[in-house]
């Protein structure tokens, strides 16, 4: 009889623990590897603490960059890079990034639309789409969509129809009278944003050394392990 019992209570808690696992919800945002440098703060009377790639973020959370590289962050449904000296606020759970100054890119998957808003302007970027905001103190809002089409208004309280902008635009806001102006993306605007926003190339690893091949010129990897290596500097 006992061994029933026992055997019962295993099964329920088996099978409490395989619900539990199913309806954990994934992390809302996770900082991404790379060189750059990222703080966070749940209040804005709470002290900043520096994040480390890898770490789980808050749903709802304030975030500044240092001034040296950006950093990426995924998101549930999307992504972000975050430009150097950076300020935002992350709000996962309502899917609403407020950007407070400087720049970011951003994207969304297939399934998934974001809300940006800067300056008291409202962006929606739709499902499958990426584009790039920037907020500078007395400068216009920029909105740079590289992919996909979004909806710009001038906020909430606003009854002006949105301002569709498709992929290969700009729309600058002006913050003062709520204006916005299309236009085309500049020649060298996609070049710009690909170059700042790329993912960072993976570190080569502890023991490892990537000499040029005299006869092909190609980058060759030593193993430092295997090898006695003199370098001259």
Request: glycine share 8%.
């Amino acid at each position: 009889m006992w061994c029933s019992v026992r055997a019962v209570c295993l099964l329920l808690a088996s099978a409490a623990s395989a619900d539990a696992s199913a309806t954990e919800k994934p992390p809302a945002a996770t900082v991404g590897h790379g060189p750059g440098a990222l703080a966070v703060r749940t209040d804005e009377s709470d002290g900043w603490h520096v994040t480390r790639p890898g770490d789980d973020l808050p749903e709802v959370c304030h975030l500044r960059t240092a001034a040296t590289d950006p950093v990426r962050v995924a998101l549930t449904g999307g992504a972000l890079v975050v430009a150097p000296d950076a300020r935002l606020r992350l709000d996962s759970r309502r899917r609403i990034v407020t950007l407070e100054s400087g720049r970011l890119y951003f994207d969304t998957d297939e399934t998934t639309a974001w809300t940006a808003t800067a300056a008291g302007m409202e962006l929606l970027l739709d499902a499958d789409s990426a584009a790039e905001l920037t907020a500078e103190a007395g400068k216009p809002v920029s909105v740079s969509v590289t992919q996909g089409s979004c909806h710009v208004s001038s906020g909430k309280a606003s009854k002006d129809a949105p301002t569709a902008v498709a992929a290969g635009n700009k729309l600058d806001f002006n913050p003062k009278d709520g204006k916005r102006t299309v236009a085309p993306l500049e020649p060298g605007d996609r070049e710009r944003i690909a170059q700042w926003t790329v993912p960072p190339k993976p570190a080569q690893g502890l023991g490892q050394l990537v000499i040029q091949d005299v006869q092909s010129g190609a980058p060759t990897r030593l193993n430092v392990a295997r090898y006695h290596v003199h370098v001259v500097l």
